[in-house]
């Protein structure tokens, strides 16, 4: 087996019945043989991507949602396996980070067709992620929002009452004191709601907290308004959503290759929004730990001129150069 295909068939907001024949079909026109199998509530789709990498897989593919690739893409760290991303998923993030876009055909154009690149991971306290480590607010409402998320398909009822709770954790969250330590030397103390350590731009419905952030240069990302209002901090979320970055004197910047995380008293954490407990936490970067499939930048061209996909876009063009230099 050169090429496994790892369905997530819950992925997006509509259930499509014919989903597998339509990706085997649209894969078969570009030349690409893939033995098929799908995530379930037990399987998430790690283990079905070591077990493909241990049997010498050239190419995993992950057609689903953030949550599917990330899962997909522990199980290929450290690996000579590439992985390939068609995303079908509501939000789309890491495949935004990365300049897929989210037209399928185009997607599959770029496993035959593009490049391949090394792209770094992040580890927080041994657990690997993709996207984003938060400490403090965020974590604490991650649990909300996704009984939100689950009580929209099933019981309003229950996403109702999950809002409520939601609400009321963010009134009544007060900022902490944290410490931060960077690479081993450099030390911060902050007062804060929370802190973000992004390994890419874009997470969540669309945040782009750390716009400038790239999955290939070694660094992570470090996010944080000192001593903020509760204003502060709505309004930086909202800008993120508009994928820019709040103009604050007190939004602070930094980049480093390894992150500790102490506060006082214990705070939440999560990465991509897996719960990973509480602080102290450490987060570091894995550099190259991950072959992806990416677009070139003539083909992110030709699909600029082919179709009106949002990810294709005059910015999305500028980094794909970044990403095939």
């Given amino acids: 087996m050169n090429t496994l295909l790892i369905v997530n068939p819950t992925s997006g907001p509509v259930e499509n019945p014919q989903l597998l024949t339509e990706l085997a079909d ?9 033995e098929i199998c799908t995530t379930t509530p037990d399987e998430d789709g790690e283990h079905l991507a070591a077990e493909a990498a241990k049997g010498g897989a050239k190419l995993v593919i992950v057609a689903g949602g953030d949550g599917t690739i990330e899962a997909v893409a522990r199980g290929l760290v450290h690996t000579q396996t590439a992985l390939g991303i068609i995303p079908l998923g509501t939000r789309n993030n890491i495949a935004a980070s990365l300049n897929i876009p989210n037209d399928v055909t185009h997607a599959v ?35 909300c929002g996704d009984e939100v998320k689950e009580g929209i398909k099933k019981n309003y009822l229950a996403a109702l009452k999950s809002t409520f709770v939601g609400i009321k954790t963010f009134l009544q969250f007060k900022p902490h004191r944290l410490v931060l330590r960077f690479d081993g030397r450099r030390m911060r103390r902050l ?12 997470y969540g419905i669309e945040f782009a907290l750390a716009p400038d952030a790239k999955m290939n240069d070694g660094k992570l990302d470090v996010i944080y308004i ?12 909202f800008t993120a959503m508009r994928g820019v970055q709040l103009p604050h004197d007190r939004l602070k910047n930094y980049r480093a290759s390894k992150i500790e995380v102490r506060s006082y008293p214990a705070l939440e954490v999560h990465a991509d929004g897996e719960c ?50």
């Fill in 109 to 143: 154009r770029i496993l035959a067709e593009g490049d391949r690149g090394r792209f770094d991971m992040g580890k927080a306290n041994n657990h690997y992620f993709m996207e984003v480590v938060g400490v403090g607010l965020e974590a604490s409402l991650f649990p």
């Fill in 191 to 202: 007062h804060t709601l929370q802190v973000n350590i992004c390994n890419s731009p874009r």
């Fill in 26 to 34: 649209t894969l078969q026109t570009q030349g690409v043989e893939a």
């Fill in 226 to 237: 000192d001593n903020p209002s509760k204003w502060d901090h709505l309004r930086h979320f």
């Fill in 276 to 325: 990973l407990g509480t602080t102290p936490v450490v987060v570091e970067v894995v550099p190259g730990a991950l072959w992806i499939c990416v677009p070139t930048p003539e083909l992110l061209a030709k699909f600029s001129d082919e179709s009106s996909d949002p990810v294709v876009t005059e910015q999305s063009e500028e980094l794909g150069r970044t990403l095939a230099s």
